[in-house]
């Protein structure tokens, strides 16, 4: 069974600040996708990494696949209060981590 | 486009229940899926269907069914409702099962 982990599970910080979540797999994946969920609504697409090393950037996002394909990490650099919300990351056959739930604080 | 849309938005129920939440896309998605969010466990699959006329189990299938006649419907039926099947429901839509699209998604409260 494939299974992701993702931590930290909660994130508070200070605007301006940077951060990393990360999602760990013993499992390859094809694939990794990244979506951003807000309070009250359903999960929105960021981002999809392919290939293993892969670096993807979405303004001060910044997301990487794992040389092996088993991992993969999102960085936001200076953290906005528009970043909160929870952060989740799927793969495989439709399978999502935990998420990450963050807050950022004028 | 509207994209995803599930309703109803809110529902109570009340244990014994049943009921049929539902979910329509206008992408021509082959893929739907319906999910469940819990506090600190992510999204769970419920149940999937890669297109008309086949389905399949995800990881807590039990207590719920689904059809899919069309390509543009998924429902999802409690049969019997419990109080463990508070949660809110969403349901996607996608190309493969990659890059999915969601619905608002559906708030249960089971009593």
């Known amino acids: 069974t494939q299974l992701l982990e993702q931590s930290p599970q909660f994130l508070s910080i200070q605007e301006g600040e940077n951060l990393t979540v990360y999602c760990n797999s013993s499992?390859?994946?094809?694939?990794l996708q990244w979506y951003r969920q807000e309070p009250g609504e359903g999960p929105v697409l960021l981002v999809t990494?392919?290939?293993?090393?892969e670096v993807k950037k979405l303004k001060r996002l910044t997301f990487q696949f794992g040389d092996a394909r088993k991992d993969s990490s999102l960085h936001i650099t200076a953290a906005q209060p528009g970043d909160t919300g929870l952060y989740l990351c799927?793969?495989?056959?439709?399978?999502f981590g935990q998420g990450t739930e963050l807050s950022v604080k004028p | 486009n509207a994209g995803v849309t599930q309703t109803p938005k809110f529902q109570v129920l009340k244990t014994g229940q049943s009921m049929t939440l539902q979910c329509a896309q206008d992408m021509n998605h082959e893929y739907m899926s319906w999910y469940r969010q819990d506090p600190g466990m992510g999204l769970r699959l419920i149940h999937y269907s890669v297109g008309a006329g086949i389905t399949d189990q995800g990881e807590v299938p039990n207590g719920y069914n689904v059809s899919r006649s069309t390509t543009e419907d998924f429902p999802l039926r409690l049969l019997s409702a419990a109080p463990s099947q508070t949660s809110v429901y969403f349901c996607?839509?996608?190309?493969?099962?990659?890059?999915?699209?969601f619905g608002p998604g559906t708030r249960l409260t089971v009593t």
């Open positions: 990494v392919v290939t293993g090393g």
């Open positions: 499992s390859v994946f094809s694939s």
């Open positions: 996607a839509s996608s190309v493969s099962s990659y890059e999915q699209y």
């Open positions: 799927a793969g495989g056959k439709l399978i």
